[in-house]
């Protein structure tokens, strides 16, 4: 059965997408704790991050870092904030969160955006990924 993060991965469900490359995917979460919130995900279906091999591993967090570093070059912050919790869905993901202070890593929190501000939040973050990594 295929998880709610394989659906968006295959466009089976919208998302607000920032990059994707034959083996991963990132998006924005829609529950986000602060404005930029990304979700990264491998494509293949596997429910903790040390489940995967070594070489699956390396290269998730090599996409991982380049998504961050376009979200550090769009939105306000002084670093980005990384979480792999792997409560929520069972299907690894890695949280990426632009952030200036240590609070803003808080998941109790939870910010409200309008469509228009995700998809333009989205759009930046993909225009910066792509212009440094495509």
Same mark, same amino acid.
């Given at each position: 059965?295929?998880?709610?993060?394989?659906?968006?991965?295959?466009?089976?469900?919208? =998302?607000?997408?920032?990059?994707?490359?034959?083996? &991963?995917?990132?998006? *924005?979460?829609?529950? #986000?704790?602060?404005?930029? &919130?990304?979700?990264?995900? #491998?494509?293949?279906?596997?429910?903790?991050?040390?489940? *995967?091999?070594?070489?699956?591993?390396?290269?998730?967090?090599?996409?991982?870092?380049?998504?961050?570093?376009? *979200?550090?070059?769009?939105? #306000?912050?002084?670093?980005?904030?990384?979480?792999?919790?792997?409560?929520?869905?069972?299907? =690894? &993901?890695? &949280?990426?969160? #632009?952030?200036?202070?240590?609070?803003?890593?808080?998941?109790?929190?939870?910010?409200?955006?309008?469509?228009?501000?995700?998809?333009?939040?989205?759009?930046?973050?993909?225009?910066?990924?792509?212009?440094?990594?495509?």
């Amino acid at each position: 059965m295929s998880t709610i993060f394989s659906k968006i991965a295959a466009g089976e469900i919208p =998302s607000y997408k920032v990059a994707a490359d034959d083996k &991963h995917y990132a998006f *924005l979460d829609i529950n #986000p704790v602060v404005p930029g &919130h990304v979700l990264v995900i #491998p494509r293949k279906e596997v429910d903790y991050i040390f489940k *995967l091999t070594d070489e699956e591993y390396q290269a998730y967090m090599l996409f991982a870092k380049r998504v961050a570093a376009a *979200l550090e070059a769009t939105m #306000p912050c002084k670093r980005i904030g990384v979480a792999v919790i792997g409560m929520e869905v069972p299907h =690894s &993901h890695i &949280h990426l969160l #632009p952030i200036s202070t240590e609070g803003d890593m808080n998941f109790r929190n939870k910010v409200q955006l309008p469509a228009e501000e995700m998809q333009a939040i989205a759009d930046a973050i993909a225009a910066k990924y792509s212009e440094m990594f495509e």
